[in-house]
């Protein structure tokens, strides 16, 4: 095997060589392959050989015989939905490109591919999590009487599936696409105003310790910093096992205080950034000017500091959701975070994670577990592909 | 010399006054439990006389202040308490030994967890080094927008996503790997390695695509450098540029990367745990959380607190001691 | 070598360049020749933005990231530097075309020591061996004054100063013997009496090894010292090219006239004060301290009405605190500040409202001075509004008027945003945002030093104007003291947190005056190309610069 492994390596590294050769007899010395150093002649070589393989694996998952179609069935899946996601937002772009005001036109023009795409898985998630009463079919715990846990998705009866329940039911007889369809809208809807808490809590004070300085702002960061010496996951952890048992005697149910936990750890890291954008902010010249002038600090915040700092809080909005989006996704699948009957994805997978194992018997059977873990990936994937490309316009704006 | 050796001294000073208000904070925390852990322990059907006889015999009848620095204490012994949930443990450490402190529980958890992130760094550190460079040398080419669009999903992707795909893919679809880690004491190097294999690469996944991604910025911000721009116009050639000229500078961030990586796995590796059933302190974190156990949640956490404090401390010295400013002051 | 034959070094024809800003490629030079004979110094002038630098790398047969050239051939000795292999580049590199950077503090990597960045281009280049070339570095620094030659190439570059840096990366330019060397605004971050050390040692080691160099910079009184002819660009384009002393004679086109005349703009000075009257700021005997570190000692002068005060001096000499101490963002360990005869609050927190319209500032940075997000007509509103307490039409009416004095049309730039304007438009703003409060008094805190001499001119101008019409009273901190000729009444002369010297300017720019305010003074460059030539004759090599700032100490 590493033999094997070895020898493609070297076998690489000769076509590489005759590869970089041919294009400078070719190009008769052209500026490109002369110059080109002989590992970048490689990373060609290796990428295409990479993408042959890719080819050669997608060719087997259509075979006609199952043991071999069932192995690479996934990597089907991974490549048809990749080459689905990338043609979708192409063509959300250009929807972006035509429709719309001078100034989203202009937006679109310049947008990378994978922005659009989370633009786009976004805007489907917030329309799926605000009406999820009026899509889904069944309420989100419903236990349907007389039906078994079937988890194969597609409802093609030949495959084992049943029709009435597109991905099927779980041990309980509860229909998975409402628990998915709700799940979005709990999840979410807990991980957005989580973020809002931490980021009004946060960004304020932290605009005020920039801003005012001093024992205040002394105080503060050593508050924050001693919060942050200690794991979020861990004291998130901790926490809850204290609400546990305070949630039943005051009769609050555990959500809320799992909300005000992670938006009191989460606070922290908005504090940090949101006093260090301010701090560079506070050393401008115009902030001198409107000191001077006699200006309240209620003036100074919100018209002179505050306007200046909307883009990179807006895109630390973006990274603290997704932060707050897995811890909670965390918290449940261990068990401590968002509580039955509620619906919810970190809930689902660990309550179907043991399907992943048939998988060898029936690919299809691995797939609804991993749809919620999914589900989860997909929105954190795009909100990170938009902060991505928000953060590089802004810093590319700059030079 | 000196300078540096004052400003490491008081950095070092910090870490533990931080240590001790963590561990003051997670005191506090633990006592704001309504009740008192007697009651809890016993239910509400037990006798006042069993409530006083456990309550003298944890010592929660003398002041908060007085029991905080019994535990602190007994904790710098290395005494972490007794739990209060031994019995529901026996099945997981797998021998029956009675072992009823807190420190017989997780020590050898510990050690398991330990493992685990040695075989994890041992593979993320070099290869997020190795492509970080690599995609920062070649930004904005092919392999550098594939790279940043793989990294990003993995970052992304919750850890039990990238460990049930794994699993998925390594163990039931191809039976290379193991999908379970149930790993014991006297197991050989080799069959622990391979069981473990699976959570390394799954926190692997994680940590390297962090890694990278901070490693090409600092590599990006320090290429941008006029001093590297003059080392181009010396005629030189490109590896020395790296080498001579990139990398000494490059290493205060990267090894500050690698630091607060590290200190990144700590957290995920809770989960990992979970998902493998790894007997690491971890999972035993998880199942104290679930039943309450409050010696062993407050020693996991200060753990965890500890260990990750000193990552952080291990960044900050490393980055003093690789700065040249200080480190042949004027 | 070729350096008798009359083939130029390095010859440039057509040259294009472009430069990439938001996937869209600008132009950046749109065609420029250029030949430099070996031997030669040609001197490349321009305002920022008139792509010197560019040029001066293209030369090299160099791009920065983001920058490519379009068009054009650049040939070097007969060797197409654009068509050349990299190998071939990187053979010429450093070996017979070296580069020195404006700022040598960041040129330098701070991993290394000196010598060792200074001997890796003739080690690597097959030049000398490793022992050779340090021997060759310590005979260089020594050339180049550098103090303690034997020793100070063993330090690390932040352990030398800028100016001492700046001569050490000339010596690492020279290590191979190049042929062509760069100069890329070599003195521009370093204070006038340091500068002309350098100037002098570059001339010096340039003539002795008969060096070709291209010598890039804004400032026109340096290029005629240094420069055998004068290449003037604006905006990528050629104006014209001419030996030196031709061009500073008989300029032939419009824009060179303009850039030699800037310096002709001189106020006349204004009869004395009437003794016993108030001035309208009085500084007496502050001390002021950054935390424990003191910076300001028993500083002390008056401004009076309708006045200009220049306060002049080198960075860290304590102008600009003097400044924080009168505005009150520092306040003062000791001393006062007497505002029309009545002492101020120290802390500008508990000052009046009043008082504070009274001090307004003017900044050195216009970017930073002007909030990004608010639109002109609102930045000088705010204070209209603030201190008149005008609104609705009465605010709009003021703030055009206020417009109108500072010559910006207030139909089209009412509703502007700062990064829609010039660099001297936004200082406008900053004017105008400080006569809005109508005040008795403005800080002008090095106003004119980050923009381009034609544009500082305007401003200069305007503030003059301003002043003649409302009789203000100005604090001018500056280290320029062409700025000072043109429009000061007083000068105070700062060193160390001192006062050294005040009076009257005309008083300051006849001798005899005090010894640090004659070095300060006979170290602004001129634009006769003698000049350099005769102050060498006339102080002696060592009575330059910090050696001679040293011997006051």
């Not at chain 3, 340096?222 to 290449?231: L, P």
Request: hydrophobic letters at 50%.
């Amino acid at each position: 095997m590493i033999l094997w492994i070895a020898a493609a390596l070297v076998g690489m590294a000769i076509i590489a060589f005759s590869f970089r050769y041919a294009g400078q007899v070719a190009t008769s010395q052209s500026p490109y392959f002369r110059d080109m150093p002989f590992g970048v002649a490689y990373g060609y070589i290796l990428g295409v050989a990479c993408v042959i393989w890719l080819i050669w694996a997608y060719l087997q998952a259509l075979s006609s015989d199952p043991a071999i179609a069932n192995k690479y069935f996934f990597l089907r899946v991974a490549v048809e939905g990749f080459v689905l996601f990338a043609a979708v937002a192409w063509l959300f772009r250009l929807l972006g490109r035509t429709v719309g005001t001078a100034w989203s036109k202009h937006l679109f023009r310049s947008m990378p591919l994978t922005a659009s795409f989370g633009i786009l898985i976004i805007i489907l998630y917030a329309i799926v999590s605000i009406f999820a009463g009026a899509l889904a079919p069944y309420g989100q715990a419903e236990i349907l009487p007389g039906v078994a846990a079937n988890i194969i998705p597609g409802g093609d009866p030949n495959l084992g599936g049943n029709p009435d329940f597109p991905l099927g039911t779980d041990q309980i007889g509860r229909d998975i696409m409402s628990r998915l369809i709700y799940g979005a809208q709990n999840t979410v809807g807990i991980a957005f105003v989580t973020t809002l808490i931490a980021f009004f809590v946060g960004g304020s004070l932290g605009f005020l310790a920039a801003t005012l300085g001093g024992w205040l702002d002394q105080i503060l960061s050593r508050a924050v910093d001693v919060l942050m010496a200690i794991p979020s996951l861990i004291f998130a952890l901790l926490l809850m096992t204290i609400a546990s048992v305070w949630a039943p005697r005051l009769g609050i149910p555990l959500t809320v205080f799992m909300v005000l936990i992670i938006a009191v750890i989460d606070s922290t890291r908005v504090f940090r950034l949101a006093r260090a954008v301010g701090q560079n902010i506070v050393v401008m010249d115009y902030i001198e000017a409107a000191k001077l002038r006699g200006e309240g600090l209620g003036y100074l915040v919100f018209k002179e500091i505050l306007p200046n700092a909307t883009a990179p809080l807006l895109a630390e909005f973006g990274l603290r959701f997704c932060f707050v989006f897995l811890m909670i996704a965390a918290l449940s699948f261990l068990g401590v975070g968002i509580q039955p009957p509620l619906a919810d994805w970190g809930t689902m997978v660990r309550d179907l994670s043991a399907f992943v194992n048939y998988a060898q018997f029936a690919p299809l059977a691995a797939v609804t577990p991993l749809l919620a873990a999914g589900a989860i990936a997909l929105l954190t994937v795009a909100v990170n592909f938009v902060v991505d490309w928000m953060l590089q316009k802004t810093s590319g704006l700059k030079e | 010399m000196g300078n540096v050796l004052t400003i490491i001294a008081q950095r070092l000073m910090l870490g533990l006054l931080t240590l001790l208000i963590v561990s003051v904070v997670i005191f506090a925390a633990v006592n704001a439990l309504p009740g008192d852990f007697a009651q809890t322990v016993l239910g509400q059907g037990a006798t006042p006389e069993a409530v006083a006889a456990i309550r003298q015999d944890l010592g929660l009848d003398r002041s908060p202040i007085q029991r905080y620095f019994d535990w602190l204490g007994d904790a710098l012994r290395g005494d972490l308490g007794t739990s209060f949930a031994q019995a529901n443990f026996a099945s997981y450490t797998g021998t029956n030994s009675g072992a009823t402190t807190v420190a017989a529980q997780i020590g050898p958890r510990f050690a398991n967890t330990m493992f685990l992130a040695m075989v994890t760094a041992t593979i993320a550190v070099p290869v997020s080094i190795i492509l970080g460079v690599l995609a920062a040398l070649y930004r904005n080419t092919v392999f550098d927008r594939a790279a940043n669009i793989f990294t990003l999903s993995s970052i992304s992707s919750p850890e039990f996503f990238l460990a049930y795909i794994l699993i998925l893919l390594l163990a039931v679809l191809n039976p290379l790997l193991p999908p379970l880690s149930n790993i014991y004491d006297g197991m050989a190097f080799s069959e622990r390695l391979e069981k473990s294999l699976l959570p390394a690469l799954t926190l692997t996944l994680v940590v390297t695509a962090h890694m990278m991604r901070m490693t090409r910025a600092a590599i990006i911000n320090l290429l941008a450098s006029p001093y590297i721009e003059m080392a181009r116009l010396k005629g030189l050639s490109p590896a020395r540029v790296i080498v001579k000229h990139a990398l000494p500078n490059a290493l205060a961030p990267i090894i500050n990367v690698v630091a607060l990586n590290l200190a990144y796995l700590i957290t995920g590796v809770v989960v990992v745990e979970v998902v493998f059933v790894y007997p690491g302190i971890g999972q035993l974190f998880v199942d104290s959380v679930k039943i309450r156990d409050i010696p062993v949640v407050q020693a996991c956490c200060l753990i965890f607190a500890t260990a990750y404090i000193l990552l952080n401390l291990t960044a900050d010295i490393m980055s003093i001691l690789s700065n040249p400013r200080l480190r042949h002051p004027k | 070598m070729t350096k008798t034959s009359n083939e130029p070094l390095v010859k440039i024809r057509g040259l294009k360049l472009e430069g990439r800003s938001d996937e869209v490629w600008n132009p950046i030079i749109n065609g420029v020749d250029l030949n430099l004979m070996p031997g030669e110094v040609l001197g490349l002038i321009g305002e920022s933005g008139a792509g010197k630098s560019t040029l001066g790398l293209a030369a090299m047969g160099f791009t920065r990231d983001g920058v490519r050239i379009s068009e054009g051939s650049v040939e070097f000795d007969g060797i197409d530097l654009l068509t050349a292999s990299a190998a071939v580049k990187r053979g010429l590199l450093g070996k017979r075309i070296a580069y020195v950077a404006q700022s040598a503090a960041a040129s330098f990597n701070p991993a290394h020591r000196l010598m060792d960045q200074h001997v890796e281009g003739p080690v690597q280049h097959d030049v000398m061996g490793t022992a050779e070339s340090t021997e060759d570095g310590i005979e260089l620094y020594r050339k180049l004054r550098l103090p303690n030659p034997d020793e100070i190439g063993f330090r690390y570059p932040h352990q030398v100063s800028g100016g001492q840096l700046q001569r050490a990366m000339t010596a690492m330019a020279m290590s191979c013997r190049p042929d062509l060397i760069i100069f890329d605004e070599p003195t521009t971050a370093l204070d006038v009496t340091t500068q002309i050390e350098v100037l002098a040692s570059i001339r010096d080691i340039v003539e002795q090894f008969n060096t070709a160099a291209i010598y890039i910079t804004h400032d026109l009184a340096v290029v005629a010292q240094m420069a055998d002819r004068i290449k003037v660009l604006l905006k990528g384009d050629e104006v014209e090219t001419a030996d030196t002393r031709t061009m500073l004679t008989a300029p032939t086109q419009d824009y060179t006239k303009s850039l030699w005349a800037v310096r002709s703009f001189e106020r006349p000075q204004k009869p004395a004060i009437a003794s016993g009257s108030v001035p309208v700021v009085s500084v007496q005997n502050v001390d002021a301290a950054y935390g424990t570190v003191p910076v300001l000692h028993d500083v002390s002068f008056d401004m009076h009405k309708g006045r200009t005060v220049a306060v002049v001096g080198e960075s860290g000499s304590g102008k600009s605190t003097t400044a924080r101490c009168i505005t009150g963002l520092l306040p003062p360990a000791s001393g006062q500040i007497m505002l029309d005869g009545v002492a101020l609050p120290a802390d500008y927190r508990k000052r009046s409202k009043d008082q504070l319209q009274q001090v307004q500032m003017i900044y050195q940075m216009a970017d930073t001075a002007l909030n990004p997000r608010m639109c002109v007509g609102d930045i000088i509103a705010r204070p209209v509004q603030f201190y008149g307490g005008l609104r609705g039409a009465d605010k709009r009416k003021r703030v055009d008027e206020l417009l109108e004095q500072i010559e910006l049309d207030p139909a089209e730039y009412y509703g502007r945003l700062p990064s829609e304007l010039s660099g001297g438009q936004k200082q406008r703003i900053g004017i105008a945002r400080a006569l809005a409060a109508e005040p008795k008094f403005i800080i002008c805190d090095e106003v004119t030093s980050a923009l381009d001499q034609l544009v500082a001119e305007g401003i200069l101008r305007l503030l003059a104007r301003l002043q003649d019409e409302l009789s203000l009273t100005y604090m001018f901190i500056t280290h320029d003291l062409a700025t000072v000729k043109a429009i000061a009444d007083e000068v105070v002369v700062m060193k160390d947190g001192r006062v050294v010297e005040q009076g009257l300017k005309n008083d300051m720019f006849q001798p005899p005056h005090h010894p640090y305010t004659d070095l300060l003074l006979s170290s602004v460059p001129e634009m006769d190309p003698d000049w350099l030539t005769n102050l060498l004759a006339e102080r002696g090599v060592d009575n330059i610069g910090d050696a001679a700032v040293g011997k006051m100490a």
